[in-house]
């Protein structure tokens, strides 16, 4: 699927978009009326014969409770439903695999990690409900790929902005009256919005343009639209922030699309890439991986172009994929490494 979007917050816009990634109406046939019931029946045989407390708001989970959950109504029940409704209810080939439907231990411990959007521990209610309501499905889909603790939020890089302001500032003073930047891996986008900024602050604005990518469907139109249906006091704080510079005079041109950092590009190269949060971390660490992604993200930059890279990964992915591992593959794709104060960076030559 290629996707790109210039970003808005018009609500009619968003709902025509949308349409293009969601199926919209009801999904709840005889057929999958009758697994639901089905399912309802195991959690309730589970129920009677589970010796401790069932699941609530709230509640600590224990290994106990994690190891008998799984034997008597293992994860793979309902997250097959969950799974076959999603993906019903999409356009697109969802990564479910990468969310918490995968990744969680147990029922219970999705439970946890859904609240509130799943507020009983029998999953029958909420999969009637994701499957007749559209808006409900999106609303799940929504928290399930976009939750908070995966690196959303403005100024999580701050020492580079700072650096990257200065090193903006000095274009700008060789009479350069326009950049190409891309904000690859860009999540949820607060990133791209926060240096776009700084590309108007630089006065660099007018004729300059500021892209994100990433491999998300589901992150790509959150980015393009601060659509977040499932936390809209997430929605209200990011439009807030960042309404001014959508459509403000001297604002670059901005845009979102889909895009894999180890692909071949398939857009002009730019002056600046960022690449934030992905490299040496969970979602991409093994030697093949990162050598594809540093050889996508150098062909992506013009000569003279600037690679940016940082990172809030806890210490143990820092013991397996070192500094010094990641610029030696700058090294590796004949990039000329930097010192910047957060992060790594190299030139093109």
């Known amino acids: 699927m290629q996707l790109s979007f210039v970003p808005t917050i018009d609500a009619r816009e968003i709902r025509e978009r949308l349409s293009l990634l969601l199926v919209t109406g009801a999904l709840l046939d005889a057929a999958l009326e009758r697994r639901i019931e089905r399912l309802a029946a195991e959690f309730a045989s589970y129920a009677a014969s589970y010796p401790l407390p069932l699941w609530a708001p709230g509640l600590a989970l224990s290994n106990e409770m994690r190891g008998l959950t799984e034997a008597l109504f293992p994860l793979a029940r309902p997250r097959a439903l969950f799974e076959l409704i999603l993906r019903r209810g999409c356009r697109f080939d969802p990564l479910l695999p990468g969310s918490y439907l995968y990744s969680s231990a147990s029922?219970?411990?999705?439970?946890?990690?859904?609240?509130?959007?799943?507020?009983?521990?029998?999953?029958?209610?909420?999969?009637?409900?994701?499957?007749?309501?559209?808006?409900?499905r999106a609303a799940f889909l929504f928290a399930l790929m976009l939750p908070q603790h995966f690196g959303g939020g403005f100024d999580r890089y701050r020492e580079q902005?700072?650096?990257?302001?200065?090193?903006?500032?000095?274009?700008?003073?060789?009479?350069?009256?326009?950049?190409?930047?891309?904000?690859?891996?860009?999540?949820?986008?607060?990133?791209?919005?926060?240096?776009?900024?700084?590309?108007?602050?630089?006065?660099?604005?007018?004729?300059?343009?500021?892209?994100?990518?990433?491999?998300e469907p589901i992150e790509l139109f959150a980015a393009a639209h601060l659509h977040f249906p499932h936390d809209p006091e997430r929605e209200r704080e990011y439009r807030d922030r960042i309404q001014q510079l959508l459509g403000a005079k001297g604002a670059p041109s901005l845009e979102f699309y889909l895009d894999r950092v180890d692909d071949v590009p398939e857009r002009e190269p730019y002056h600046l890439v960022l690449c934030n949060g992905l490299l040496g971390g969970p979602m991409l660490h093994e030697p093949a991986?990162?050598?594809?992604?540093?050889?996508?993200?150098?062909?992506?930059?013009?000569?003279?172009?600037l690679l940016l890279a940082a990172d809030r990964f806890h210490a143990g992915w820092r013991l397996r994929v070192p500094r010094e591992a990641l610029i030696a593959s700058l090294r590796a794709e004949g990039l000329t490494p930097i010192e910047v104060p957060e992060g790594i960076a190299a030139i093109k030559p």
Request: one cysteine or more; charged letters at 15%; glycine letters at 10%.
């Open 161 to 215: 902005y700072r650096w990257l302001a200065v090193w903006l500032g000095g274009q700008a003073k060789q009479c350069a009256t326009a950049i190409r930047i891309l904000d690859a891996a860009c999540g949820s986008g607060e990133g791209t919005y926060q240096v776009a900024q700084l590309v108007v602050d630089a006065g660099l604005g007018a004729k300059s343009v500021v892209h994100g990518s990433t491999l």
């Open 107 to 136: 029922w219970l411990d999705l439970l946890h990690k859904l609240s509130p959007r799943l507020t009983t521990a029998d999953p029958a209610p909420v999969l009637r409900l994701i499957a007749e309501d559209d808006d409900a």
């Open 289 to 305: 991986q990162l050598a594809a992604a540093f050889s996508g993200l150098s062909a992506r930059l013009a000569p003279g172009g």
